[in-house]
């Protein structure tokens, strides 16, 4: 791998956030090849032909089409919209058309399913986008609360090391700059959720901050069942279990940390600990799958 530093023009390194998947075109059998989002949201319902609103539940969404849950009776083949409310954004408009009914096993009212035929490839692309969203929100959500109720670790005493995450030493370039300086081409390693290990060519002092931007490696995503929906025999009978795509490609992560260590030079590049200090709950997701995917690609070899 080429190290050294490149020269870049004197623009400012934005910081941008990952890529949305885009929407695809819709197909026969396409109603499962799409993460569906479980959600619970209160709508309005404006039905073909009805006068007046029906108020429902939105149950789950994907960029193809919903499920619906309602105390009114909608004939099938009817034509709905609804709005997606989204934070600090304005409502979404979501045009579908009824292709399912079901009485729920509990409770009373119906659950309809709703095909997004109605919807330009255009608009389902901004709806994928949006879901991604959910998705990030939902992630950091979820690691906010374990941050908060996890206990608290107990100080050792003499500890040489102290990592709270598991890490990997597989090498992958990046970029980084300090201060508004042009970025500089290097390698990591053995990178966590709290941090990496930085190997350049260049000269940094201990608490110095730097901006990075990476890539993860998909080489060891093969480790992941794919996608897909399998059948569990629960007490209550039969359930499908859907089985998230953990196989998806990595996209570019832009975070910031500080220089904490320097190591011994390797190979005539200096070698330094890097610790994340904005790293958000859905990184954390995505370096955690990385590295999971490592470990176990590293026991399936031994």
Known sequence: MRQGRQAEPHTKMLWLGRRSAEGQSSGENNQR??????????????VAGLPA???????????????????????????????????????FLLKGRIVTRATPQKG??????????????????????????????????????RQATAPKP???????QRRGSVRTMVEFPIRFRTGNKPSIVASANDVSTGGLRLITQEALTVGTVVEMRFTLPNDFLYVYPAAGERVEISPFGPRRVRIPDNRRPFEEMAVHGRIVSRFQPQHGREVFGVQFTDV????????????????????RTE
Do not use: W
């Open 280 to 299: 958000d709950g859905y990184q954390r997701e995505e370096i955690a799958r990385f590295t999971h995917a490592v470990q176990l690609a590293k026991l």
């Open 154 to 160: 107990v100080p050792k005493l003499a500890a040489k």
């Open 33 to 46: 090849q799409f993460y569906r989002q479980s959600i619970e949201l209160p709508i309005a319902i404006e």
């Open 53 to 91: 609103p029906v108020y429902g539940t939105l149950i789950n969404i994907s960029e193809t089409g919903c499920r619906l849950r309602s105390l009114i009776l909608i004939d099938r083949d009817r034509d709905v919209e609804f709005e997606l409310k989204r934070p600090n954004q304005p409502a």
């Open 108 to 145: 009373g009212g119906y659950e309809y399913g709703v095909s997004f035929a109605r919807m330009s490839n255009t608009e389902r692309a901004s709806l994928a986008r949006e879901i991604r969203e959910m998705q990030r929100r939902e992630a950091a959500s979820r690691a906010d609360r």
